[in-house]
């Protein structure tokens, strides 16, 4: 803060937020990341930007994950687009939404279970895939080891991977991608 | 053989193929999957069927697991067709021959690398599909676990798994499932 | 729902369902499966079928995964016979049941521990298997990667695996194999 | 040698046996459990013993294994009896075999693959069973983990395990069972 | 119950022993093996026994799982001993008691952490050690899988392994191997 | 080559590339990275770039995935600079070369054993950083699961990590964010 | 306590500690390392050292563990300095104490997540470093096992490595090593 | 070289060593660890050194391992005691030989297999333990990592533990220990 932010932590639940708050009142909880931010409005963020994000995410269970990739785009200063919930089990909902996944600069593509869709989206758009297990699923899902697994092997091109369940890196390295020279 | 057959040998070198051919000379050798096989022509096997199986491999290097699964359903007398080199990468050719797919009336669908096939076709067939990992791949692949765990973890409904490279198992399940009770 | 249903939700627990309840009154919670579900009475489900599906369990502790098979093939129309605790520590009694398993167009057997009762009932039966291992056990069993290596490494042919505890899986594909065509 | 001996040496190649056989012409070679044993007959070895060892084994690719614990039991003194090829695919001939294998004071079980057999054995004898997983097998088998995990989590009660492919462990700890104190 | 018993209920805690003594009256809790037993005086269990069962434990954190192995040694009717806590780091108290092990039938050795203490009564004492690993420990420890492994490749002859915690297959698999036949 | 290429095949071996040769001229073998490419001078490829891309290598084992990478650059058409033998056991050398991998508009990170590389350049350049997990290794290092695991907890931002040994994978997610809009 | 002490336990909550203090008043707990410790002021120990440990920790995460390890030495009457959150993501802070570290005589080096920190040292000091992974992180991590295997497998010399976690163990190594003989 | 040396290159086979001293006369090549070694006289090594380094290894399959830390102790000057062959399955031989390792400054203790040696040493001796797992044995022991695990959760303290097989490591640690600041 001294530093004059922007400030993100993550894996903050609500009882720990409210003791910061009581402390630094300026401080915004994000209940679905499940993540705590500072801004200082003397200090706004305008980096010069290659265009928009695509945040896309499989299912339902994988938005907390998707939503801190947003959050820190969003204090990183780049504009994104959300693109929830078209996992392969509906791929017809994918193919609705592909137009402007691939208007996109990058995409971020979140995915628990079978982590299916980043290799699917790999094969279909033709910007850069950082791709996100995330630890929805049981069994021999071993949380998120299975879609990190998927996702390191994708037979497509131009994808990356970064760590189960880490939004926040996704972001960094979206942003780091998405920044005009 | 004195059962009179048919009889189906897998993991067969072409050394041992020849070794086995001097002492019996009507078994056939396979060199794509690596296979023996034995007919009686007397004992001809014509099963009550359902329909045609589709085997479809995703990559080139799936093939002879491909070809396991397609011996396995000749010998057991079932209708078979091949759908080769139909993977996510190119994803368009899994579409040109979607069609034909639908009309089987089960799916075996092999894949290694990500895996990624069989998730997809579920969720476009309505038919059972019967996934099997190929240990094609390096790396993070660990010579099949990934694709393994992708199909184990696969978000469609109606997939279910056999061993990496089994492409025997998965015929004799296709059979199993494509006789007519 | 508004597509008509049924409607099926698993890994719910009395809690989330009585919240749900207090919106949609016709949503039925079942306890052992911990699963909800929802029918329209206006939209009956009758699917031409094969005959019945045999849903066998190994022991008690496997009960909550064989009844989230039942209710999925109850809510898809299929006609079902439970055959439970005829696991292998006392293998007679999984003797006296073999002869309505035979019967039976198609068997899912669930088992956690050492994950046998798949095989034997393989080499047993002469109808396709759908083998899903349970994560009841402990140490070694590792949540139930013991039972699923048992089974995926099955000598008994027509044998297939879901994921552990994916008793919905194993009742969708069964049901799907079940489907006169 | 020098203390009398019986000298067990094991996994060694014809080569590297004919090599020590170069120098010590006594001692003898066993292709099928690539073992070396070298006996002094002057010190016959009669240990009392409290009855037979069943050597049982699934699958003719465990027989290497079983051998090796054969082998082990000859040199021990211990009176024993083969019991082979008995695997849960044909589980008939196991049944075939129950009564002799019942009537032995201690039983070895050899198993590749799912590694089933000593669990079904364990339900079905009331001796001691030590249990003895086999490297054969492919894929999701893992060199042995597989039966290894199916046998430390058996059912079936009176199991104790040993070290994939470790004929000799399994002999000498049937043959220290075996012993009248 | 109704066939006499004995009867032992494992991994129970007291809120669960207490709803079934509110119906059985007659059934005993153990809190520190977290068991369940009951037993029908009319029938008295009393085998020919070869000796008496040493029950060896490494740490303090063991004795639950060695209480698990003296309870079913009990329930069967099998002489034993407690030697507890003489773990290798205080290798000295093992020497202690050393004599005394010798002196029976069989060991059954329970240890967590790194699991030495069953390699080093395996090549101390000239009779059957049937090793437990407990989870007792942290980190690379993975719940028990590191002793179980040092257990499994113990170099000492006469050494054979159950699953993680399982203080009741080490009684059962022991009482075995101690029944005069 | 029907569609102009270029073409690039890797995990060729010098026999394999001499009977493709035998049958195309125009394919060249190159040792280090055994990867067969072939390019058509017709269509020379130019596209438009942000600058150059770091290809940096911690040891010299780590060279031919390395050098896999930069050929796949050169077939894309986009300049690189090789940063080899900069690994962190001997780190003074890194900092002299820090100055020249700050003016790349991306790089790629190639480390086996620890993997630290890509972690300790992450906190240093500005820049998104590829990094490449090299089974250059032995022991606990598991083939590069050790470094895949280092880099995918990387505590750096801006890291995302392809599969172990993907040279290939690293050079074309490069590229692709090299790419003017 | 009857040897005179000192005495340390780790792994205890408050509640443990506060029954602990109600029977034995001396016995003093420390909430960050989660310890508690006696010692008995006329054993005053006083070992001949050859310097200062350096305990060195990477992020604020790591500092229980790293207090763990500081408790130790303190038990054991060796000086010791803290360097903590001194990791690689903001790698200026660990130069800017890199003197005060190369004056010690032995070096503790806790670091979870990516656990470059031991590597790095180990290649900038030239006293032995004892490299302690902790179990902070997430996903990919497991528990430490990712900077568990980052350490065995550091380029550097003069780095051992100790259990997950346990600060103890590195702090009773530092001890011995730091001891005048 | 062009430094002055003294050079160790480890796993090298006799082929590439003898490429090399067709180069370079001076190099030694060491068949027992397969290292090659090169020394200039002119360099004279002479550290001041606290006493004498123990090698302990506990089966014959452990010597290269233990051979490769002797030749890098010997390149770097410190005196060393060979003490081979003194495992836990003959542990009288350990007993024996327990003095002299005891008036040793540092112990470096060798072990596959169970890997108990480490264990039993550091409970028996006041130096610090520098644990090496090799890599001999088979099945469950998983190339070194069974002896890997026994090491890291030592119950002894005074423990520490380099990577599978690396001797040069151990050796390297073992003379930083011993060296005289």
Same mark, same amino acid.
Do not use: M
């Given at each position: 803060m001294e530093a004059g932010g922007p400030v993100l932590v993550t894996r903050v639940n609500e009882e720990q937020a409210l003791a910061v708050r009581a402390v630094h009142r300026g401080v915004e909880y994000h209940p679905v990341p499940r993540a705590m931010s500072w801004v200082d409005e003397k200090h706004t963020l305008a980096p010069a930007v290659r265009g928009t994000v695509a945040v896309v995410s499989a299912g339902t269970a994988d938005i907390p994950v998707a939503e801190e990739c947003c959050l820190t785009l969003e204090l990183m200063g780049h504009p994104f687009e959300r693109v929830f919930d +078209?996992?392969?089990? /509906? +791929?017809h909902r994918l193919f609705d939404r592909l137009e402007g996944i691939r208007e996109s600069s990058v995409v971020v593509a979140v995915a628990g279970m079978d982590g299916v869709l980043p290799s699917l989206l790999g094969g279909m758009v033709d910007v850069p895939v950082v791709a996100v297990p995330s630890s929805a699923g049981y069994g021999a899902n071993f949380q998120g080891v299975a879609p990190l697994l998927t996702m390191l092997n994708s037979?497509?091109? /131009?994808v990356a991977v970064v760590n189960i369940d880490n939004g926040f890196g996704a972001g960094a390295m979206a942003a780091m991608i998405n920044r005009a020279l």
């Open positions: +078209v996992g392969v089990a /509906g +791929v037979c497509s091109t /131009g």
